[in-house]
């Protein structure tokens, strides 16, 4: 089974402060591609950072890191000193080597108060 | 740079009345291009893809249907809406060598 889950559903934190949204993917096949992509209120979702299986090497952009455990199957992402424009719905996904389609988690809906 | 759009931002159709949505992709050939539907607060429900002219995958049985009659160019349709028709429709387009997709600004429709 294919699948995606990120538990948090809504994160609410003040400005200047750390968050990490979690996310959970279960797959049997051993190539894949992980995203995470940001919806913020306008409805439009912008892709962040795709990460392949064979490559579990954090990345940092910014404010931005991602942490990919294979052995935990956990794909993170952390903003420090988060800012009132972070709030949006951010999405992890899945997808397969040589597949069309992209399994897609909840989203967790992310709240920065000024 | 490629570019994707969508038409009408924005819809409100009486229940029974037909659909037609339009993509079109700038700056790419032969993506593979995808439909989804977000209800309000909810998460995202593929309902067809394309990876080519002509050719397309429906992921849930429902009164909508798409079409493929050009390359870059992917139509949403229905002959007679439903009350839960309404919602968020995206447009995406994928490279044919990458798998990260890329969204439209989206179609909310509200059918009444």
């Known amino acids: 089974a294919q699948k995606v889950t990120q538990a948090q559903t809504e994160i609410s934190v003040v400005e200047k402060e750390d968050v990490t949204l979690d996310c959970v993917y279960e797959?049997?096949?051993?190539?894949?591609?992980l995203f995470w992509y940001k919806q913020p209120p306008s409805g439009e979702l912008v892709f962040l950072i795709r990460r392949n299986s064979f490559d579990e090497q954090n990345e940092i952009s910014g404010r931005y890191s991602w942490n990919f455990q294979k052995s935990t199957s956990s794909f993170n992402f952390t903003i420090t000193a988060s800012q009132v424009v972070d709030s949006a719905v951010y999405f992890c996904?899945?997808?397969?080597?040589?597949?069309?389609?992209?399994?897609f988690g909840a989203g967790t809906r992310l709240f920065v108060k000024a | 740079s490629q570019t994707i759009h969508q038409w009408p931002a924005t819809l409100v159709q009486p229940v029974g009345s037909p659909l037609s949505l339009e993509c079109t992709v700038e700056?790419?050939?032969?993506?593979?291009l995808y439909w989804y539907r977000q209800a309000a607060g909810r998460g995202l429900q593929l309902l067809f893809y394309s990876v080519g002219i002509g050719q397309i995958s429906s992921e849930v049985p429902q009164n909508l249907s798409a079409s493929r009659p050009q390359d870059r160019q992917f139509i949403l349709s229905s002959k007679k809406l439903l009350l839960s028709d309404s919602g968020f429709y995206l447009c995406a387009w994928r490279p044919s060598n990458a798998y990260e997709q890329y969204f439209g600004p989206g179609t909310r429709l509200t059918v009444t």
């Open positions: 797959t049997r096949d051993t190539t894949y591609y």
């Open positions: 996904a899945l997808s397969h080597t040589g597949g069309f389609k992209t399994i």
């Open positions: 700056g790419t050939s032969n993506p593979n």
